[in-house]
């Protein structure tokens, strides 16, 4: 059997997924606090009213959207939407994108010609990065979406459906379908000026899945199914209700990272101390995310280094009867400048040069923030509210790691015309993984810790004394 410290926090360090790893592990005693939630950017506890279908909660202190009730059902709406999309995904992974035709010699292109591509040439990294976000991860969040929605719509749900919702929630944003589209479309205008491209049926398809899968993303409420049922019962746990009374000392509360559930312990918590297993998901519950400041700072050291090479170094080489030359990111935007194209040339400037750019600074920027421990509610609103932008823009600049693979894949002619990947998109691809890591490690929540605003519940007396004690003798755990 293994131990949770050799295999469950090492496999996911915010929170590990594998719960069925943790038996007979001895529980702190904690209440779970009905009616109350986190705010998971800048960590105010508050009480919750019921929400209306196409009601929104935003946090009183920062803003951010806490809660939204879809005005569909909670389970007939996503799961139309998410059988509509699998289809599809089925479909386009037998059905071609494109064929370029070049003095009647053709070249088909699918969805995995691009990785297939990629390892031919040796860069099997980026084989395997273009897989996963491209082919794979549409595919698992698909059939994880299918699996969540059957255990959620029966009377009693599945004991798996809770760490398979966590793992989605951690997988969705690595299914970059849309992202995949842009790139198809730069590739396809770069290639309408070498020769005869004719769309097939793949990309109507691969539209068709974009849409549907934004639209199941829209409809799904992940809180109504967290709520599904009643949290487990064992032993020492009990409940807290919040309704009409003030909110325990913040330094007692903390939160699941994974389904938000809301804890109360007898005495004060440790920021990354082990509170053992959320009883609803499963996952590893701690105040705040373990090493988020080291984490985040290494990624993003990394990151910046990277980015120089990622720049410098040519991404592909177009070399059209034996004439050509490689191009780096910058000049690929150029041509497309050049070509009349201003919106892609534009976009692909934002995606693959800014947006990279500007989330290095601004982590760099809330990371100072941390370190340095003073900032003004004013101005780590607006970090907060620009963190959630970071977390959100990640993935878009691998519009031009989808790019060149399209290119390479589809434009193979020998001497007459061939694509080849360069070196510098495995320092790009590098940069973009490790930007989207060290946003999603990084925790912040520590920054309003730091500059002293999470020291107390809302409405809480800031006396202490005696009535400090006589709550926290309220929140003795429940005899078994």
Known sequence: MFRKDHFHKGLWSQGGACSFLRHDVDQPALKVVAGVD??????????????????????????????????????????????SALALYIVLLVS??????????????????????????????????????SVLMPGIVLVCMTLILYGASRDEMPRWVRPLLAWYEKLRPWSMVEVYVIGLLVAYTKLVDLALVILQPGVYLLGG????MAAMDSAFDADMIWR??????????????????????????????ACGLVFVARGPVDDERDMGDCPRCGQILRRRKRNSLQAAMCFL??????????????????????????????????????????FLALLVLFASITVPVLKVFLLALMIGC??????????????????KVVVFIGRWSMIDV????????????????????????????LVVVLTIFAADLYDPRRMWDAAGYNRQGLGHSRQGGEEDVTELRDMEPEKA
């Open 38 to 83: 986190e705010c998971d950017v800048c960590g105010l506890f508050q009480h919750v009213p019921h929400l209306r279908p196409g009601h929104v909660l935003s946090c009183a202190r920062c803003g951010n959207t806490m809660a939204r009730r879809r005005r569909t059902s909670e389970i007939g709406g996503p799961l139309v939407f998410c059988l």
């Open 96 to 133: 071609p994108l494109m064929t370029l035709n070049i003095y009647g010699r053709e070249n088909m292109v699918t969805l995995m010609s691009g990785p297939l591509e990629m390892a031919r040439q040796g860069y099997g990294s980026i084989a395997i990065l273009v897989a996963l976000a």
């Open 209 to 212: 899945l974009m849409v549907m």
């Open 228 to 257: 599904h049922r009643s949290v487990t019962r064992r032993p020492g746990l009990g409940m807290y209700m919040a309704e009409g009374r003030a909110l325990p000392p913040e330094k007692h509360m903390l939160s699941c990272h």
């Open 301 to 342: 050291v990394a990151a910046f280094i990277f980015y120089i090479p990622a720049n410098m170094l040519p991404v592909m080489a177009f070399v059209k009867v034996g004439h050509g030359h490689p191009s780096t990111i910058i000049s690929g935007v150029i041509q497309l400048w050049e070509a009349g194209l201003y």
């Open 370 to 387: 941390e370190c340095r421990g003073r900032a003004s509610h004013k101005a780590l609103k607006r970090l907060t509210g620009l963190y």
């Open 402 to 429: 989808f790019m060149i693979s399209i290119l390479a894949a589809v434009v193979r002619f020998g001497f007459m015309a061939s694509v080849t990947a360069e070196l510098g998109v495995v320092f790009f691809a």
